[in-house]
């Protein structure tokens, strides 16, 4: 492995770190109960899925850097990999389902839309039909747990539906779902994105794997999206330079080096340009 790669990454936490505080439990999956006030004040990433939902709930869930205020009736989901803090105010009352990656693969279809939209859209408001059907299904899967001889059938299919209900709610309230839905090149784009980003910072690049002209891409994305192409390149090498400034002692330089750029004055140049702030002026806030 390569030294310099194997130090970048932020500090990742198991499941394991979390069994002794479970409601109920197996192997491969955890149920928690959150009551009360909450705080973790240093950013960290998990190698497994979470999906938070609340029900009486208020305080702060930074994730991936963004703050998103915590409400009553939200899912707040995390992919491994993503970077988090949180302050859950007193008189919280919430649910959480901690999934190991093998397991989540066996329900996983059920999220209807790219991985990376949820990525970009963690914190999704229901609607009072829709948390009473979730609230359901997490007391389902907490019963289960608890049985001696848990059914991992049974557990697959009600997180199926919970995923499901997840990605209806979705629907709803992120605009972009639907032109994802309706343009597939796009959806396909995102996906590259997440996959090159590193490496390729060229629109000619994503167009070519496209099967489609520079130009028409760009067209696509300012259409549907109302940013260009280069734009949605730039946010995804922005969100990952904010994990690793946020998350990791690494220093800039390495940083440079990881995300792809050659020139550690250029990466500084370009963050500044996205942001409005150095990084190492960045990195000092966290």
């Known amino acids: 492995m390569d030294k310099r790669n194997a130090n970048i990454w932020a500090p990742v936490i198991g499941l394991d770190g979390f069994r002794k505080e479970q409601t109920a439990g197996r192997e491969e999956l955890l149920f928690n109960e959150l009551h009360g006030e909450r705080l973790i004040d240093k950013p960290h990433k998990h190698d497994f899925f979470i999906i938070n939902l609340f029900d009486k709930a208020s305080g ?23 970077m988090h803090k949180w302050h859950v105010y007193a008189g919280t009352i919430g649910y959480q389902l901690m999934i190991e990656r093998s397991f989540f693969e066996h329900f996983a279809p059920f999220f209807r839309f790219s991985f990376t939209n949820y990525q970009n859209h963690p914190v999704i408001d229901l609607t009072k039909e829709a948390f009473i059907q979730l609230h359901y299904e997490f007391e389902s899967v907490k019963k289960e747990l608890e049985r001696e001889h848990s059914l991992i ?25 639907k032109v994802y839905q309706s343009v597939p090149r796009l ?31 760009n067209i696509l994305c300012k259409k549907h999206l109302k940013i260009s192409a280069t734009q949605l390149i730039h946010q995804r090498i922005c969100v990952e330079a904010k994990r690793l400034l946020q998350s990791t002692e690494s220093s800039i330089k390495e940083i440079t080096f990881e995300l792809g750029f050659a020139d550690q004055a250029y990466f500084s140049n370009f963050f500044k340009q996205q942001t409005g702030v150095s990084p ?7």
């Open 60 to 82: 702060v869930h930074t994730i991936d850097s963004i703050d998103y205020p915590i409400k009553d009736h939200q899912v707040h989901v995390l992919f491994p990999g993503q």
């Open 153 to 177: 059938p049974l557990i697959t299919a009600r997180a199926g539906v919970i995923a499901a209900i997840v990605s209806r709610e979705a629907e709803h309230v992120f605009t972009e779902f």
């Open 187 to 217: 959806a396909k784009f995102n996906m590259l994105i997440d996959e090159f980003f590193r490496a390729q910072k060229m629109v000619a690049f994503y167009a070519d794997k496209l099967h489609i002209s520079p130009n028409y891409l």
């Open 280 to 286: 190492s002026d960045f990195r000092e806030k966290r």
